[in-house]
């Protein structure tokens, strides 16, 4: 019998893992030591089938799940049909994540149960009693988390490949309101208000200036602005020392807007007058916008894989002995030519560019940061195989308009994924072979 999540670990794990645009149930793929031969198959998938005691849990726990949320539930013909149909969509994806193979790390699996584990407050023993309870093993959870994990990188690669996104695309989004909202650089604000009464004559009007040079001049001295704001404000955060909280650039009334742009984070605005009085802002923190200066660096690597024939310790040699080779004078583009493993780069002499941080995995992103400039690294291990990288050059590179657009693509992409995500499981279901098999 496959084991299965109760509703419990269901909800925490789909909070802890963030599957953007999923709408996965969670997969069950251990089968259990009963005989297959006492089970029925109620339908074949591929090369996969669906037992009629799988989808006996799943209906019950769809089923209990309703029963807490709605008072009228459907027949329960109507219920088996749908979870059925549920169970094969998630067997033709898991078909194909083995296709394209798709694997999820053990370190994975540990840091969502780490997550799960955090958020309820459980050691491992009040874990393992937890899931005891539950009526699951850490072995079976563990399974259960791989295959959601599985399908969720299979829908995130390839929906999202299928997105493509045009360059007049970003550039329609960056000059829509939507757009420049989305992209406006966040203000953490804070904010003195020395009011003026809808009626006040020249007399008022420049006691109430000058009363805010003299704070703006304190604030040049280094007062401290919440002191100040919380005496001489008349703004309705005045007690909170006039910290009126993140608020977008694009949020803010257009005199606060110019009067903000461009101002230093711990500076303060010389005072400025709005129909309500005159106004202090202080930019206490601040999120995007400005410079964004990125160290890029520019190396070269030999990747080596393991494989049956090929072992860590081998693999590990086989570099270090190449590394003796560069240092000793030979070219390194010429030996990552006839050596390396990584197609997308042994052409061109392991020559990665310039690459950003985030652009590789930590294994690789730690090396290159460790390694001096002009040297070639100790043989280190990634997911991929076992690596040496020399380091070209390092820059320092204003990525403040990438970023931007950048951040404009994601968001177009995030709009359309889920559309794109329907389309793609309709697709794949058509596409699959499948026998409902009569009751």
């Not at 400005?290 to 570099?319: C, F, P, V, W």
């Not at 294994?363 to 002009?374: D, I, K, S, V």
């Amino acid at each position: 019998m496959h084991s299965r999540l109760t509703k419990k670990y269901s909800s925490l794990f789909a909070a802890a893992l963030l599957l953007a645009g999923s709408q996965v149930l969670l997969v069950s793929q251990a089968i259990a030591a009963k005989s297959i031969g006492l089970d029925r198959v109620v339908a074949i998938v591929d090369e996969d089938v669906v037992l009629e005691s799988e989808l006996n849990d799943r209906a019950q726990a769809v089923l209990q799940r309703l029963k807490g949320q709605y008072t009228q539930l459907p027949d329960e013909s109507v219920l088996r049909k749908q979870v059925l149909e549920q169970l094969i969509v998630e067997r033709v994806q898991m078909g194909l994540a083995k296709r394209y193979e798709i694997k999820v790390e053990d370190e994975e699996i540990d840091q969502a149960i780490g997550r799960v584990r955090e958020k309820n407050k459980l050691n491992d023993v009040q874990f393992e009693a937890d899931l005891k309870r539950q009526g699951l093993t850490m072995a079976g959870l563990r399974n259960q988390i791989r295959d959601e994990l599985t399908i969720s990188h299979l829908q995130q690669g390839v929906v999202s490949n299928r997105i493509k996104i045009s360059p007049q695309e970003i550039d329609n989004f960056l000059a829509s309101s939507d757009g420049k909202f989305a992209t406006s650089p966040d203000f953490h604000i804070g904010h003195i208000l020395i009011a003026l009464p809808s009626s006040a004559d020249a007399e008022a009007i420049a006691a109430s200036e000058q009363k805010a040079k003299d704070i703006y001049q304190k604030l040049q001295s280094g007062a401290d602005f919440a002191q100040l704001a919380i005496a001489n404000s008349n703004d309705q955060a005045a007690l909170q020392g006039g910290d009126i909280g993140w608020r977008k650039l694009a949020q803010l009334p257009e005199l606060f807007g110019n009067q903000l742009a461009g101002l230093k984070v711990g500076s303060v605005t010389a005072p400025f007058r709005s129909g309500a009085g005159f106004h202090i802002l202080k930019n206490i923190e601040q999120r995007g916008g400005g410079q964004q200066l990125i160290e890029q660096t520019h190396a070269r690597h030999i990747l080596i894989k393991t494989s049956e024939i090929m072992d860590d310790n081998q693999a590990r040699e086989k570099l270090l002995a190449l590394k003796d080779r560069i240092e000793k004078g030979e070219d390194f583009g010429k030996l990552a030519k006839e050596h390396s493993e990584d197609t997308g780069s042994m052409l061109s002499g392991g020559d990665l560019g310039w690459a950003s941080p985030g652009m590789f995995v930590a294994a690789f992103e730690e090396t290159l940061a460790n390694t001096p400039l002009g040297k070639v690294s100790r043989p280190f291990k990634s997911q991929f195989g076992w690596h040496i990288v020399e380091v070209i050059e390092r820059r320092k590179e204003d990525m403040s308009e990438q970023m931007k657009r950048n951040q404009a693509q994601n968001m177009i992409r995030s709009r359309r994924f889920d559309e794109e995500f329907q389309l793609w499981l309709t697709q794949i279901r058509e596409e699959a072979f499948v026998e409902i098999k009569p009751n």
